[in-house]
């Protein structure tokens, strides 16, 4: 199945191994599929049977899948879970829940957990390991129709209660299709995400010194608007490159700016022209800050455009 939004992505583990995800059509109703599951331990040379880590037969969705790795070993993934909605209800109605799943270093399933039973219905999620446990973010959504973000943490085999990372109050009766970035260094933490109350965009970053436990003040990427579909990568020093989508000129851009954990902000950096319905990436490696996005280049082809910036 293809989905701009909800797309494949490969993890390397601690020990060498890979683990990939990627979306199964399930049934004639489009918006049905399964979430897919593979392991390589020779580099990707050759990979196991894939799985689904749901264990229902309901066709419906799951996907939005995130990647984590336990402290014993092994890896889990979080993902969105429609198996309580009812299909032939009004949309909007029914709780889409969040998911978890943890395997053994052999790959063997472990169990399935619900992590959250009403979260939003299509927002990307995010995972990192941190030394007070792993930390999945997503967007919630109350019995009021606020979505805002928040953060779970797992410690000792248990999920935590949620923390929300800020309090925006964003009431909207709609998925934004707009999940947080998620990164961590030891007990570092940073988060980002995009918030659309009083119908104006905008794009923040915050960080946390306690693996996730509390949030510091927010701050704001963008100089005023943005469409968000936001990345964050955490540096050694403690900053954070943070990107977003600025959807302020004629066409969409994909932005990045460099802040410290003091909330000092760097200069906003153009990356490049973006096609304003993808998710571009931001990676770090080696020394430098990679970047990755769509560019549509105002024509019916696309392209994939790569960026490099060295980290000083």
């Known amino acids: 199945m293809i989905n701009s939004a909800d797309v494949p992505s490969v993890r390397r583990l601690g020990d060498g191994s890979v683990v990939a995800q990627w979306l199964e059509e399930d049934g004639p109703d489009p918006e049905a599929y399964k979430l ?36 014993a070993g092994g890896f889990g993934v979080v993902w969105l879970d429609g198996r309580a909605i009812d299909p032939d209800a009004p949309e909007g109605a029914g709780n889409m829940a969040l998911r978890a799943a943890t395997f053994d270093r052999a790959g063997k399933q472990l169990g399935e957990v619900v992590v959250d039973a009403r979260v939003c219905e299509c927002c990307q999620t995010a995972a990192a390991s941190t030394t007070n446990g792993v930390l999945v973010a997503y967007r919630d959504r109350s019995t009021g129709e606020v979505r805002d973000i928040v953060v779970r943490r797992l410690v000792a085999g248990r999920w935590s209660e949620p923390t929300t990372v800020h309090n925006d109050g964003w009431t909207i009766k709609a998925c934004p299709v707009n999940g947080p970035a998620l990164a961590a260094r030891g007990s570092e933490v940073a988060v980002a995400w995009f918030t659309g109350k009083g119908d104006v965009g905008h794009s923040f970053v915050v960080f946390s010194h306690d693996g996730g436990q509390t949030f510091g003040a927010p701050v704001g990427l963008d100089e005023g608007s943005s469409v968000g579909r936001v990345g964050v990568e955490l540096l050694a020093d403690g900053s954070a490159v943070a990107t977003w989508v600025d959807g302020s000129g004629e066409r969409p851009s994909f932005m990045a700016r460099r802040v410290e954990a003091t909330g000092r902000r760097g200069a906003v950096a153009r990356i490049g022209e973006s096609s304003g319905t993808r998710y571009p990436r931001v990676a770090q490696a080696a020394g430098e800050v990679l970047f990755a996005w769509t560019d549509t280049a105002g024509s019916s082809s696309s392209a994939v455009r790569v960026a490099r910036a060295p980290i000083r």
């Open 36 to 71: 897919r599951l593979a392991r390589s331990s020779d580099q990707g040379r050759t990979w196991s049977a894939p799985v689904s880590p749901h264990r229902d037969k309901v066709q419906t969705q799951h996907g939005f899948a995130s990647f984590f790795e336990p402290p």
